[in-house]
């Protein structure tokens, strides 16, 4: 089978039927199912998770996924094995460099990755190459992370909570498919150069071959059929050649056998404003590296808190193992200011730890029943000082952690 015809099911799980995210309704893959001679039974494998907590609030975020797989082992629902590293300010003030060997080495042999957050003021004298966001700009290359899936769906009782008025955003469910491991993120020459006259001269490279444009608008295309069948592709073709290429390659392999999914093009500038006057347009935005993460946050608001965004990053299918490398971690970033204080949200993080289930493990079902235990506790009135409203209840991490899990114990 071919890498774009197998985006959402783990090579080596059968997915025997399917069933719909009590959320969003979209189509997901059923739990994994043998079937042995006339008797259906499940297999009870035993998934390798590798945490990377990090810094700032990433270890309090990632204190309520360790509950939730807790709460999955308790259940017999499904069996992890749990190792955890160091990654970021973190892993500098260990040993010296923002991600260890060893710890790379875990993260290759994992089923897959759970990663919090990095960085902080702490760390802004360090050597460039070893600064906290280098730790996960190396996961993402040396796994060949490409494609990043970013969700932004509003949650109905946090409509209020946007920037933008209710009627915009209510029933928003878009999802940003963001290149990962090319443009100027990696390209080459990266660097500060001395001009001899007291001058100096910086340069970032945005570069992208063919092949890295096909592989993500296949994803994009594979992902829309299982949406609203519709994708807008972004880029700055008028001013720069890494946009001419990405526009004459998506509209190539979209003529590849995807003429059924609706492609329509965008210069950047222009969709981050038709994102922000009129967002339910979209269903998949596709679009490079860097004008993915500045969408992606502008997508985020749009949901009411940066702490409400979960992403996926999922490489190719390894041909010898049948499994794709994959990493999890909410778009916010390590929150300094509020560290420590147990008051992060930790919704972006257990909604990104349903997508490891959806995307990885094979356990769509349940990543649908964590995102709706998500929706019932935000329906209770119950929010995080980030999406503090009017009339709501506010509460600290653990709190949010514990209500998500008695709703998560009512759908069981
Ligand atoms: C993101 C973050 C990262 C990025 C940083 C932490 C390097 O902003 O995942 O969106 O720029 O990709
Ligand atoms: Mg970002």
């Not at 015809?5 to 009590?22: D, E, H, I, M, W």
């Not at 990433?58 to 999955?72: A, D, K, S, T």
């Not at 946009?243 to 329509?264: A, C, M, P, R, Y």
């Not at 990885?360 to 929706?375: C, D, H, R, V």
Request: charged share 25%; net charge negative.
């Amino acid at each position: 089978m071919s890498e774009a015809k197998n985006v959402f099911r783990p090579a080596n799980l059968q997915t025997s039927s399917l069933a719909s995210c009590q959320v969003c309704h979209h189509t997901v893959p059923n739990r994994q199912q043998l079937i042995l001679g006339s008797k259906a039974e499940f297999i009870m494998a035993t998934h390798k998770l590798f945490l990377l907590p990090g810094d700032g609030i990433g270890p309090e975020v990632m204190g309520e996924v360790r509950r939730v797989i807790q709460w999955f082992q308790d259940k017999n629902i499904a069996s992890f094995k749990l190792d955890e590293g160091l990654v970021g300010g973190a892993a500098y003030d260990a040993h010296g460099e923002s991600i260890s060997d060893a710890d790379m080495a875990k993260a290759m042999a994992a089923d897959a990755i759970i990663f919090g957050a990095v960085g902080g003021s702490k760390w802004d004298t360090v050597p460039y190459d070893k600064r906290p966001e280098a730790g996960l700009l190396r996961l993402r290359k040396d796994l060949a992370l490409y494609a990043n899936l970013r969700p932004a769906i509003v949650y109905p009782a946090l409509a209020d909570a946007s920037s933008l008025k209710r009627e915009l955003v209510d029933g928003l469910d878009i999802l940003i498919l963001r290149e990962l491991t090319g443009g100027v993120y990696f390209g080459e020459p990266k660097e500060i150069t001395e001009l001899g006259n007291g001058q100096k001269r910086a340069v970032d490279t945005q570069v992208y071959e063919s092949y890295e444009i096909d592989r993500i608008s296949r994803v994009a295309f594979e992902l829309a059929r299982t949406r609203n069948n519709a994708v807008c592709s972004m880029e700055k073709r008028n001013v720069m050649k890494s946009g001419v290429l990405w526009n004459e390659i998506v509209t190539q392999t979209h003529k590849d056998g995807f003429e059924d999914v609706k492609l329509s093009h965008m210069l950047a500038d222009a969709g981050a404003m038709q994102l922000v006057r009129t967002p339910k347009q979209f269903d998949v935005i596709l679009t490079d590296n860097l004008f993915g993460d500045i969408l992606s946050d502008v997508a985020a608001m749009l949901t009411g808190s940066l702490g409400m965004l979960p992403s996926a990053s999922l490489g190719a299918i390894g041909e010898k193992t049948g499994l794709r490398k994959a990493l999890y971690e909410p778009v916010h970033g390590s929150a300094p200011d509020i560290a420590g204080q147990g008051m992060a949200n930790p919704i972006a993080m257990i909604a990104s730890f349903a997508m490891c289930l959806r995307y990885s493990l094979g356990m769509g079902e349940w990543a649908g029943k964590i995102e709706t235990a998500i929706a019932l506790t935000l329906d209770q009135g119950l929010r995080t000082s980030d999406i503090m409203q009017d009339g709501m209840k506010k509460i600290g991490t653990t709190q949010m952690g514990d209500a998500i899990l008695a709703e998560l114990d009512a759908l069981a």
